[in-house]
């Protein structure tokens, strides 16, 4: 199994970026697909973006296509996240989950940071 931590987050003012990252321990990161998800208070954990183990694809939310990146480095068991040109609406906690599978599927997600919390403020 992997273990992940995320680190990163913090409070930023609308328009500014962030980065998060995620760091992996245990098994080969390098296997495991990846992706991050946030949840806002009252609302339902939501995929924010995947990427493939080789990172030859990602995927993203329509609410963050064109602001966040998704990239990884395998040398450093690590997963990024840069957040550009954020809003109100992008305050939540993000995770980092791992799978054996490339998927769009929470449930599909066996290994999950613990969170980190993002607020962005008007």
């Known amino acids: 199994q992997v273990q992940l931590v995320e680190s990163g987050g913090g409070s930023v003012q609308a328009g500014g970026s962030l980065r998060l990252s995620c760091a992996a321990s245990?098994?080969?990161?390098?296997?495991?697909?990846m992706a991050w998800f946030r949840q806002a208070p009252g609302k339902e954990r939501e995929l924010v973006a995947a990427i493939r183990w080789n990172g030859a694809h990602t995927y993203y939310g329509d609410s963050v296509k064109g602001r966040f990146t998704i990239s990884r480095d395998n040398a450093k068991n690590t997963l990024y996240l840069e957040m550009n040109s954020l809003k109100p609406e992008d305050t939540a906690v993000y995770y980092c989950?791992?799978?054996?599978?490339?998927?769009?599927?929470?449930?599909?997600?066996?290994?999950w940071g613990q969170g980190t919390q993002v607020t962005v403020s008007s």
């Open positions: 989950a791992a799978s054996a599978v490339y998927t769009y599927d929470q449930q599909m997600y066996p290994y």
């Open positions: 245990g098994r080969t990161f390098s296997s495991y697909d």
